[in-house]
Nanobody, 115 residues
Framework: QVQLVESGGGLVEPGESLRLSCVASGSIFIDYMGWYRQAPGKERELVAGISRVGFTNYADSVKGRFGISRNNARNTVYLQMNSLKPEDTALYYC??????????WGQGTQVTVSS
């Protein structure tokens, strides 16, 4: 049984920072790790992803502000979010793709950016 547990969300003011974490438990060899987000009334969208060897990709809207990293020994992925904007407000989901090809999702952590 693979479980993903996200943490680090919260309420911040515009311009502030947050760091999200996601830990995958269970017997799993992870290839790809990523973060998606979904705002009310909008589709879920990719925020950032990282391969096992460290190749990264980002949504254009977060390039230069967000940074994704991972710790393979701990099956953990992080999302450092700087210069947050109100439009970053969303439920953020962690996802991983195992070497078997299976995909797993966390329950989500809420990020709210408001003054």
């Amino acid at each position: 049984q693979v479980q993903l547990v996200e943490s680090g969300g919260g309420l911040v003011e515009p311009g502030e920072s947050l760091r999200l974490s996601c830990v995958a438990s269970g017997s799993i060899f992870i290839d790809y790790m990523g973060w998606y987000r979904q705002a009310p009334g909008k589709e879920r969208e990719l925020v950032a992803g990282i391969s096992r060897v460290g190749f990264t990709n980002y949504a254009d809207s977060v390039k230069g502000r967000f940074g994704i990293s991972r710790n393979n020994a701990r099956n953990t992925v992080y999302l450092q979010m700087n210069s947050l904007k109100p439009e970053d407000t969303a439920l953020y989901y962690c996802t991983v793709r195992a070497s078997t090809g299976s995909n797993y999702w966390g329950q989500g952590t809420q990020v709210t950016v408001s003054s």
